[in-house]
């Protein structure tokens, strides 16, 4: 399931990414409100978004097939604030280090715009690995 709708903005310094938090989105409880794991796969396929731009431009197939990566593991998570169902997202992916397909980056999620309040804040871990005789890529 798709928890992202637009990357906005990707460079060397990271990458800008929105979401609407869809109403039968399945991390929303009945209240309304946007579980942690909920905020957490955001940022996951915020961090996807900013990787697979890299290595498809290093491929040079901008717009080519996916490759397959995996989230390793979260540290840091700290949940700020609540988000509730039609709230708009944004995350803000920064590229803190990578080596041999892994690949470490910090993820803010705020509401309302990029510099809004924010809700929520992780490390992410994550491993792309090469294509069969392959190099690994790192982000660009």
């Known amino acids: 399931m798709r928890m992202v709708d637009a990357l ?3 460079d060397d ?7 609407r938090i ?7 409880d009945a209240a309304g409100f946007l579980s942690a794991a909920g905020l957490l796969e955001m940022a ?6 900013l990787q697979g731009l890299a290595v498809a431009q ?3 197939q901008a717009g080519g097939k996916p490759r397959e990566a995996f989230l390793v593991g979260l540290k840091n998570f700290v949940h700020d604030a609540p988000a509730r169902k039609e709230d708009a997202l944004f995350i803000t992916v920064t590229p803190a280090a990578e080596l041999d397909g892994f690949f470490l980056a910090d993820a803010r999620i705020t509401r309302g715009a990029p510099d809004g ?11 792309c690995p090469p294509e069969s ?8």
Do not use: N, T, W
């Open 8 to 10: 906005l903005r990707a």
């Open 13 to 19: 310094s990271g990458a800008l990414v929105q979401g």
């Open 22 to 28: 869809a109403p039968d989105c399945p991390f929303v």
């Open 44 to 49: 996951a396929q915020s961090c996807a978004c």
């Open 58 to 60: 290093a491929d040079g």
């Open 117 to 127: 309040p924010q809700v929520a804040s992780v490390r992410i871990k994550a491993y």
């Open 133 to 140: 005789g392959a190099e690994p890529h790192a982000p660009a």
